[in-house]
Nanobody, 115 residues
Framework: QVQLVESGGGLVQVGGSLRLSCAASRSIFSIDAMGWYRQAPGKARELVAGISSGGTPNYADSVNGRFTISRGNAKNTVYLQMNSLKPEDTAVYYC?????????WGQGTQVTVSS
């Protein structure tokens, strides 16, 4: 199993940037895939960005070109760099890890983009 802890959320103005971090309890290279999801009030949780164990990233169309998912040098951290933030990016952001066919989740971190 794996425990995930997110950090880095907060309040930012439109056009600003934030970097979210996800610390895993084991090497992320031993996890099949890592991802960032978000859930806005009244909406379903959606995939924002993912990265495979081989390092291939993928992005939702709504964030492509603005967000970047990456792995840290510490080998147990995944980041989500968010630039040019919009009000519609406001949500709770969750880190996830896919391991042996099961999705593990962090507790979430709130991102609020104010206009």
């Amino acid at each position: 199993q794996v425990q995930l802890v997110e950090s880095g959320g907060g309040l930012v103005q439109v056009g600003g940037s934030l970097r979210l971090s996800c610390a895993a309890s084991r090497s992320i290279f031993s996890i099949d895939a890592m991802g960032w999801y978000r859930q806005a009030p009244g909406k379903a949780r959606e995939l924002v960005a993912g990265i495979s164990s081989g390092g291939t990233p993928n992005y939702a169309d709504s964030v492509n070109g603005r967000f970047t998912i990456s792995r840290g040098n510490a080998k147990n951290t995944v980041y989500l760099q968010m630039n040019s933030l919009k009000p519609e990016d406001t949500a709770v952001y969750y880190c996830s890890g896919l391991l042996f066919g099961r999705n593990y989740w962090g507790q979430g971190t709130q991102v609020t983009v104010s206009s």
